[in-house]
């Protein structure tokens, strides 16, 4: 077998590897990469591989161009990967059709595949990458031109206006729902520009009656809802005209309850209850139940204006119990608020109650989008590393090729080429082994940002929401608890940028070491400022011993870091109320420096790795830990030309201890 052979038995080997054990998703991405390296006819083969692995019943045959079974591949990857709900790999292979589209300069399938990106980003919540995408899809619609352009820019323009609705943006909905009006060409489908134009004025109408609740001004919330009323009335007489007794009835539904909620709430409440009750005629005859619960929720909110309190407290409920059963998380939070508002004023305990559930509901959706957004950049990173390898693989098969060729036609630069491969060779293990150090670096940075630099942050929200729910009826002493949980918070949060930003300048080799004669004990005593608080909070007393004599030569602001890292993990791990010692003196031709707690102490088996990345733990009061401080001493001491020990029993307390030269 020759080498060329070896090689390419190789590859395949290692690209099929991920097949056994892994997953679906896993599967597919295998698929997708043999599929990109095989440019002769057995990319036929690799493609109908994917679609049956997507459920799909399409076939492919060697009449088919590389690039016609690209796009169809990439689709039918991207429809499944909608089906299954994982957005975040759906965006990856958005990505992908979109640049061979761009590749190949095909506008109409660009600006699909930005439409399809901006709905993605919709349903991840992700509303101002949402709009982005649908207003890059509708620019190149416009440029493109022609009646079909026309109809799917006003869409595009629909979508782009419910993202400014959930944004709260009232007046661009306005401005670009008048756009879509604009745009209906009579000269088309009339019954389709008519139930087009019920849906642009329903939506108008629905606007305004969010800018008039959103409005403390009585004359304007009076002008907001006559607009709601005028459009709503206008949609619904369209709708009944070109949908009573079609298949689209549900579209007299929809303007209709629009248009009660509007009369509701300009206080007609029995008017509002017609149109209610000729709603439920066509919910009825169609089995809308979605819509029956939007009639239900507009009923409990005219109870709750009448006074009926139990009322609209099991209509809100009911509601409720329905989104939670759907999933429709939107309408689980607006219905909690609603019980909320409802019952705060005579039942507080049970108010409370559904304002937790809704804060909780909050936080878990909050949670989740942050996730999707780490796991979509997990996801570019793993794929883009996987395409990195390729690349690779395939340079140096084309470089193997080339030494094959030239050891057949000139055998005298054999050793010349042998040389140069080792050379090549040893470039690239060398480049390895440095993208292996960038990328453990960056996967700790991540790692921090993502865990460490969230909790005390989160820790500042929670406080600053209990904070407002509760503030007229806290006491002074649970103020002031709340006022220390919030400065524990935000000190930890300083101290973690601190390090992280001094360890990531470390790492980038953006430090520069400027050795010059300095006083330990001033230093002691500048920093002994900053940390003053956080003592404080602890109720921790610090004792100094300066030498008179302490003259050191090195970096000022390393070592001025190097004693707020020692003095605060001193203060980190010792109890309340406890002391703290810090003492600089003379050591033959060296200084030292000193840092003294009788806290929790190290275990014996820990000590080895105190000054390393693996030693992360919290303190004694939960403060959060990243194992950054103790590595920066270790570190900066070290570019001083000095040394750093630590000498400790479990239970009893910690010495830190630096040396650095004395100036000649």
């Not at 500048?526 to 100094?544: H, P, Q």
Request: net charge negative; glycine share 6%.
């Amino acid at each position: 077998m020759s080498i060329r052979e070896l090689l390419i038995s190789a590859i395949l080997v290692m690209g099929w590897l991920p097949l056994n054990g892994a997953g679906e998703t896993s599967r597919i991405d295998s698929l997708y990469t043999c599929f990109q390296s095989r440019q002769d006819g057995d990319y036929v083969a690799e493609a109908n591989k994917i679609l049956l692995l997507a459920g799909n019943d399409q076939a492919f045959t060697s009449n088919d161009s590389f690039d016609e079974v690209n796009a169809r591949v990439l689709d039918v990857i991207i429809d499944h990967f909608r089906s299954q709900g994982e957005y975040a790999r759906r965006l990856v292979y958005l990505n992908k059709a979109l640049s061979f589209y761009t590749e190949g300069k095909d506008s109409m399938n660009i600006a699909r595949s930005y439409h399809t990106l901006g709905a993605t980003y919709q349903m991840l919540g992700l509303y101002d990458k949402a709009i982005q995408s649908y207003q890059s899809s509708s620019d190149i619609i416009v440029a493109i031109g022609g009646d079909h352009s026309r109809l799917r820019y006003r869409y595009t323009l629909n979508n782009i206006a419910a993202l400014y609705f959930e944004q709260g943006e009232m007046d661009k909905c306005v401005e670009i729902y008048h756009t879509c009006l604009s745009l209906i060409n009579d000269e088309e489908d009339e019954s389709r520009n008519q139930v087009d134009r019920s849906t642009y004025l329903g939506n108008l109408a629905m606007v305004y009656n969010a800018k008039a609740e959103r409005t403390d001004s009585p004359e304007k919330k009076a002008e907001y809802l006559d607009a709601a009323r005028k459009n709503g009335e206008e949609a619904v007489a369209i709708a009944k005209q070109y949908c009573d007794g079609t298949p689209l009835e549900t579209e007299v539904v929809k303007r209709a309850i629009t248009l009660a909620r509007t009369r509701m709430l300009q206080g007609d409440l029995r008017d509002a209850e017609r149109i209610l009750k000729e709603c439920d005629t066509y919910i009825d005859r169609n089995s809308l139940e979605y819509q029956r619960i939007q009639v239900v929720s507009i009923r409990a909110e005219i109870e709750e204006c009448r006074g009926n309190v139990p009322q609209a407290e099991a209509m809100y409920m009911q509601v409720h119990d329905y989104a939670v059963k759907q999933g429709l998380k939107e309408m689980e939070v607006q219905m909690l608020e609603s019980l909320y508002s409802l019952l705060k004023a005579d039942r507080p305990a049970k108010a409370l109650e559904y304002y937790e559930k809704r804060a909780a509901i909050r936080d878990s959706t909050f949670t989740m989008q942050q996730n999707v957004l780490l796991s979509d950049f997990e996801v570019q990173y793993k794929t883009q590393e996987k395409e990195n390898l390729i690349m690779q693989q395939k340079s140096e098969l084309r470089q193997s090729r080339i030494i094959e060729w030239s050891l057949a036609v000139i055998l005298l630069l054999c050793l010349g080429i042998v040389y140069g491969i080792h050379r090549y060779m040893k470039l690239v293990r060398q480049r390895n082994r440095e993208l292996k150090e960038s990328n453990a670096t960056k996967d700790k940075m991540i790692s921090i940002i993502s865990h460490d630099l969230k909790n005390p942050a989160f820790a500042q929200r929670n406080a600053l929401r209990s904070l407002s729910a509760s503030y007229p009826l806290l006491d002074s002493a649970t103020l002031g608890q709340y006022i220390n949980e919030l400065l524990n918070a935000s000190e930890s949060q300083v101290q973690l940028l601190s390090n992280l930003l001094d360890w990531a300048r470390l790492q980038m080799g953006r430090l520069s070491c400027n050795m010059a004669e300095c006083s330990l004990s001033v230093l002691v005593g500048n920093e002994l400022k900053t940390v003053r608080t956080m003592a404080d909070n602890k109720l921790i007393t610090i004792d100094t011993i300066l030498a008179n004599d302490d003259t050191a030569v090195a970096d000022r602001v390393m070592i001025s870091i190097v004693i707020r890292n020692l003095i605060t993990n001193a203060i980190k791990f010792s109890r309340k109320g406890g002391s703290i010692e810090v003492e600089t003196g003379l050591d033959g031709d060296r200084v030292y420096c000193s840092v003294v707690d009788h806290g929790v102490g190290i275990a014996e088996d820990k000590l080895a790795q105190v000054f390393t990345d693996a030693a992360v733990a919290s303190g004694t009061a939960d403060e959060p830990g990243t194992g950054l401080g103790l590595e920066l001493c270790r570190s900066f001491v070290e570019i001083n030309n000095g040394s750093i020990e630590v000498r400790s029993r479990l239970d009893e307390g910690s010495r830190f201890t630096f040396y650095l030269n004395r100036p000649q």
